[in-house]
């Protein structure tokens, strides 16, 4: 009932109130106590002339938010008749309404209302008060209650537009960092790939002698190729990747490029968010990457421990291996993943290994968000 009430026109959600404010207008024990300028003002009966005055004084307000310029226009009249006639209702309340209203959602001609607006009080006066003189003072203070009521729906327009602007903001700026984080993806998952690719096949030149070797070194080519294809198909799915089966076959590839890799997990793995999960295997790919590159051969170990709170990464090699030519040594990935440690609020290191070899080290919060 209340999603259906939400998405009825403005129109719809409005008459109500028009309604109920006309209702109470043409309750007889409340006619003459509305709103009176001046005591001198020869009263009218309140027959069907009142009710045509109450009507448009107040039903107007059911197009308030939809036209408010038309409605502040309609209500004025109201009012002046009901000044002018005597009536003296409590629909007089709807002007301090439509003012309200008028200065909270008109967008359009903003000044050219204000200005008529102030005009046609001017001429109400004038005619008001020579019906039935009043002091001027009471037709000054009026006006700075209307112009409350006018400012105050302004001041809530322009908190809107700022609320609105605000969004907005923050809405560009999170679409500027997922596309950002996405870029830092595509890059870790190609250069990894093709990385592997590349070191299988200089390893393939030299299995000529040994076609069981080179098959099997031209299938694991193959199978990297195939799982490049699918981690880039499936990128979006991969920035919440699960521990424990992700983390295994990304060691297993490894092995199969030639990388001795010992996979130890301490600890249960548990269902961690999708930052702290994704930033756990992009961690571990960047390091065994550079491992293929920089070390290839070395003995790697790959320690993940996981904790209540954080989970610990450490990928080290013992720097027995060999450098490959392979492309993509910008260094961008180490960049990119210290960034995205630190925005998780984490901690981050990568550097030569005091006995040889390199250490990647990272501390990740397990509660960090996506």
Request: proline share 4%.
């Amino acid at each position: 009932m209340i999603g259906f009430w939400r998405r009825s026109d403005v129109i719809v959600r409005d008459l109500p109130f028009a309604l109920l404010l006309t209702a109470l207008a043409l309750v007889p024990a409340w006619h003459r106590h509305g709103t009176r300028f001046s005591d001198l003002v020869p009263e009218q009966l309140f027959g069907v002339l009142g009710v045509l005055v109450v009507g448009l004084e107040c039903l107007p307000l059911a197009v308030r938010r939809k036209w408010p310029a038309l409605a502040l226009a309609l209500v004025s009249a109201g009012f002046a008749l009901d000044q002018l006639l005597g009536f003296h209702t409590v629909g007089g309340t709807a002007l301090a309404v439509a003012l309200f209203t008028a200065g909270a959602h008109l967008t359009a001609h903003r000044r050219v209302v204000m200005i008529g607006a102030s005009a046609g009080y001017v001429a109400f006066a004038v005619v008001l008060d020579h019906v039935g003189p009043t002091g001027v003072a009471d037709f000054v203070f009026f006006y700075v209650v209307l112009s409350a009521m006018w400012g105050i729906g302004s001041w809530l327009r322009q908190n809107r537009h700022a609320e609105v602007l605000r969004r907005q903001q923050l809405e560009e700026a999170a679409r500027a960092a997922e596309r950002i984080r996405i870029a830092r993806e595509l890059h870790d998952v190609v250069i990894h790939h093709v990385t592997a690719m590349v070191v299988q096949t200089e390893a393939a030149r030299y299995l000529t002698a040994a076609p069981d070797r080179l098959d099997s070194t031209l299938a694991a080519v193959s199978d990297t190729g195939r799982r490049a294809i699918t981690d880039l198909r499936h990128l979006l799915d991969l920035l919440n990747p699960g521990h424990g089966g992700e983390l295994r076959a990304l060691v297993e590839q490894s092995r199969r490029a030639g990388q001795p890799v010992d996979l130890v997990e301490e600890g249960r793995s548990p269902a961690v968010p999708g930052g702290a999960g994704a930033t756990v295997y992009r961690v571990a790919q960047e390091a065994l990457t550079n491992a293929l590159k920089y070390d290839h051969g070395a003995r790697t170990t790959v320690t993940v421990r996981y904790g209540e709170e954080e989970i610990d990464v450490r990928i080290s090699t013992d720097g027995t291996g060999t450098s490959t030519a392979a492309p993509g040594g910008s260094g961008r990935g180490l960049t990119g993943l210290a960034d995205r440690v630190d925005t998780l609020g984490g901690e981050f290191s990568a550097g030569p290994h005091a006995g040889g070899g390199f250490v990647v080290t990272a501390r990740i919060p397990a509660g960090s968000p996506a």
